[in-house]
C-alpha cells in the first residue's frame, strides 16, 4: 500500500525559511513525477512545484527563485525548501506521485497523496 508522510510544516515569520520533506513508502515502482501542492486557506488546491525522475522541475510564477524542489529518487523521497517565505505562502501543503502502470512510464498514472502539513507564515 502506497503512503505518502509529509513533515516539516510550521509557523514563521515572514522572510523565514522551512524545508517541507515527503517520504513514500510501499511503492514498487518508482513515481515517475513528484510534487507539491499548496492549498490557501479557503482557496483551491494549486500546484507549487513538481520533480520528475530525470530531474527536470516545473515552479509555479509566485515561488520562482523562492522555493527549490530535490528529489532522493532511491528512497522515493521529494523535498521543498521554501526561502523568503511571505504570508501568502500560507496553508496547507500535500506532496504527491504519479506513479505509472506496471512501472511503464508511457502507460497511465496513478497518483497518491500525502495528508498534508501546515504552513503559517506571519507578517
Known amino acids: 500500500q502506497v503512503q505518502l508522510v509529509e513533515s516539516g510544516g510550521d509557523s514563521v515569520q515572514a522572510g523565514g525559511s522551512l524545508r517541507l520533506s515527503c517520504v513514500g513508502s510501499?511503492?514498487?515502482?518508482?513515481?515517475?513525477?513528484m510534487g507539491w501542492y499548496h492549498q490557501p486557506p479557503g482557496s483551491q488546491r494549486e500546484l507549487v512545484a513538481s520533480i520528475s525522475r530525470d530531474g527536470t522541475t516545473v515552479y509555479a510564477d509566485s515561488v520562482k527563485g523562492r522555493f527549490t524542489i530535490t528529489r532522493h529518487n532511491g528512497e522515493n523521497t521529494v523535498y521543498l525548501q521554501m526561502d523568503s517565505l511571505e504570508p501568502q505562502d500560507t496553508g496547507v501543503y500535500s506532496c504527491?506521485?504519479?506513479?505509472?502502470?506496471?512501472?511503464?512510464?508511457?502507460?497511465?498514472?496513478?497518483?497518491?497523496w500525502g495528508q498534508g502539513t501546515q504552513v503559517t507564515v506571519s507578517s
Open positions: 510501499g511503492m514498487i515502482f518508482s513515481p515517475k513525477i
Open positions: 504527491y506521485a504519479d506513479i505509472p502502470n506496471y512501472g511503464i512510464d508511457y502507460l497511465p498514472v496513478k497518483t497518491y
